[in-house]
């Protein structure tokens, strides 16, 4: 009997033991019916006859693997080159690369040639260095996981969108979670001399519009890395390769990708990007502005807006937490509009700067009610509920509301409403 065969026989005795159940049985077949048809046209099948799965197994499989199940990133309203990671499928911690969100500000994601590409260390220094990605390789290396959030996620789509459908993935679809490997900042810069007076980097990609941006050298020589590898392989294109500079726990705009230039300097250098765009204007005219760090935020990722309850009974709430200000201490859920607040559990690791997974049994009675989490880090700072942020920003309700504000670092606590029918909708309104 042939492997094609075999697996025929299987997928007929299962299916026939499956009859039985009634609503799950058509459901799964239907799930069956979809892999299939994914996976047939993975293969290249073209057919797509019912042994399709089987082919990705063995000596077929393609030598690079491919997702078995075809989860996809979303585009965003707000910038051409962006798409969102679906937090409402993925588990535990890490996302993985091909899932990883993406923001370019205006410019395609650049084909750098890998052994083309510089970077360059100069300003302020003894020794102006030019590296080659090879060269780069050859020093001592790290491995951190660590999230990169863009200081936009969780407001932007949410208020932006607030008559479409929403769901955690244009939420909070905007930050990710992965192990990176690279040179630590503080070595090449102690191998370049930094020059007495300097205090400040200016780093610069090599995309179409030279995204440029100010880091205080206090951070570059603390816990900031060049960094050309994202979960064990070379960083994806989208995401910055060849080189990309991670700042952990900064807002993402920092964490310049395709990185080609640093240069040493003894003041911010007010770029469009510190200046114009990742700033907030308040109603007094006044801007919050070089905020660097990400604030304590989290979300429940399942249920969450746009999937449905499975039924009334036990439904394990789960969702990330993260804070720029390092590792996460505790994440309470409340299960009733924020009323009362019960420790959810931290699933270990609990690493700084990183998503960190948590749970909360917990049983839905099938009223109506709603759900949110709230994180607290090390530093003892709290995820503020949304009438706690009006207050701590000196705003009404109606900032957050206005159509042309672009919020950055928005960490409200977000509800999600479960209505009777099991519907999961997002109302922070
Ligand atoms: N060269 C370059 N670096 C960049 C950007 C860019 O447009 N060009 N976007 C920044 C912004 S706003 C964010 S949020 C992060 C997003 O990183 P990612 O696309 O790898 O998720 O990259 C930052 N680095
Ligand atoms: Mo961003």
Known sequence: MDTKQRSRRHFLRDGAALAG???????????????????????????????????????????????????????TIEY??????????????????????????????????????????????????????????????VSRVHFLACAGNSYVDTFARKNLPQSVQETHGATSCSEWTGVPLSVLLQEA???????????????LKKHSISIPLTKAMDDAMVAYVQNGEAVRR?????????????????????????????????TKWETGVYTNLLPSGKARWFQFEIEPNSVITRPSAGLHMAGRGFCEITGIAWSGGGT????????????????????????????????????????????????????????????????IWGVTMDFWRTDTARIQHFNASHPWTIKPDGSLRNEIW
């Open 238 to 270: 989208e995401n910055g390769y060849p080189l990309r500079l991670l700042v952990p726990g900064f807002e993402g705009t920092r964490n310049v990708k395709w990185l080609r230039r640093i240069k040493v300097v003894d003041r911010p250098y007010m």
């Open 193 to 207: 001399g930094v020059q007495k007076g300097a205090s400040w980097l200016l780093c610069e990609g090599a995309d």
């Open 328 to 391: 996460i201490r505790r994440v309470e859920v409340s299960t009733n509009g924020g009323r009362t607040w019960k420790d959810a559990e931290l699933q270990h690791p609990v690493l700084p700067k990183a998503h960190t997974r948590f749970r909360f049994p917990w049983n839905w009675n099938g009223e109506e009610t709603v759900i949110q989490s709230r994180s607290t880090d090390e530093w003892g700072h709290v995820q503020p509920t949304l009438a706690e942020l009006t207050k």
């Open 21 to 75: 159940m009634a609503v799950a049985g058509v459901r799964l077949a239907k799930g069956q019916a979809q892999a299939e048809k994914s996976a047939a046209s993975v293969a290249g099948s073209d057919n797509g006859e019912a042994t399709a799965p089987f082919r990705l197994f063995g000596p077929e499989a393609p030598l690079y693997g491919t997702p078995s199940e075809n989860l996809q990133r979303m585009p």
């Open 80 to 141: 051409p080159f962006a798409t969102r990671t679906p937090q409402q499928d993925l588990h535990g911690i890490i996302t993985p690369s091909g899932l990883h969100f993406v923001v370019n500000h205006g410019s395609p994601t650049p084909d750098i040639n890998l052994l083309e590409h510089r970077f360059l260390i100069h300003g302020m220094v003894d020794r102006p260095l030019l590296f080659t990605v090879a060269e780069l390789k050859r020093l001592p290396s």
